[in-house]
């Protein structure tokens, strides 16, 4: 028998100077018993950097086919895959050609620069791609405002993005490895 997933609630109000959005969003989480605090505070940050109504939770790395994140258009087509993590080069183009904008968030420090060193020339030739790194110390940093109830504030203003709790804060700058692409 295998474990069950841990719930944890998340209540995030969002204020994103950066693309004038602003809004509260109630968030049930399930952590896989095989994904760190690290990775769930990963995924709290990445909502809050791509922060839509739209935007839901996916089972993440309960289910290989579905992303972390989607965004769903009004007919239930996909409008953003966002994956967290290095996923394989062919998953990648595959979630390519199902939707408009693919985001990858990677968080492991070294091992996120060997993977896309590995792959950024596959990758490069994805236009709707955009690829995240969130570097190391803001990882750990983020983990430190982990608990399974969570009141989080998050300001997102030139690109740093600081995420605070009742007792502590946490401030991280994505790196974008590439950006999004500009709209016409």
């Known amino acids: 028998m295998s474990p069950k997933s841990t719930v944890v609630k998340v209540e995030l ?6 693309r004038h959005y602003y809004a509260t969003h109630n968030l049930t989480l399930a952590q896989h018993p095989s994904e760190t605090e690290e990775r769930l505070m990963v995924r709290v940050l ?5 922060a839509d109504e739209r935007l839901e939770l996916g089972r993440g790395l309960s289910a290989e086919a579905e992303p972390d994140l989607w965004r769903r258009d009004y007919t239930g087509d ?9 996923p394989d080069e062919s998953d990648v183009r595959k979630a390519s ?3 408009q904008q693919v985001v990858i968030v990677t968080y492991s420090g070294n091992s996120a620069d060997i993977w896309w060193d590995k792959n950024a020339a596959g990758l490069s030739r994805l236009k709707n791609l955009t690829v995240i790194d969130i570097p190391a110390d803001g990882v750990q940093a983020l983990a430190s405002l ?7 504030n998050c300001l997102i203003q030139d690109g740093e993005v600081q995420l605070m709790s009742d007792v502590d804060s946490a401030s991280v700058r ?6 999004p692409p500009q709209p016409r």
């Open 13 to 18: 109000q969002v204020s994103d100077m950066d």
């Open 46 to 50: 990445t909502f809050a950097l791509l």
């Open 78 to 86: 996909i409008e953003q895959w966002v994956d967290l993590g290095q």
């Open 97 to 99: 050609g199902r939707c």
């Open 146 to 152: 982990f608990q399974r109830t969570m009141r989080l």
């Open 174 to 179: 994505p790196v974008y490895r590439v950006a």
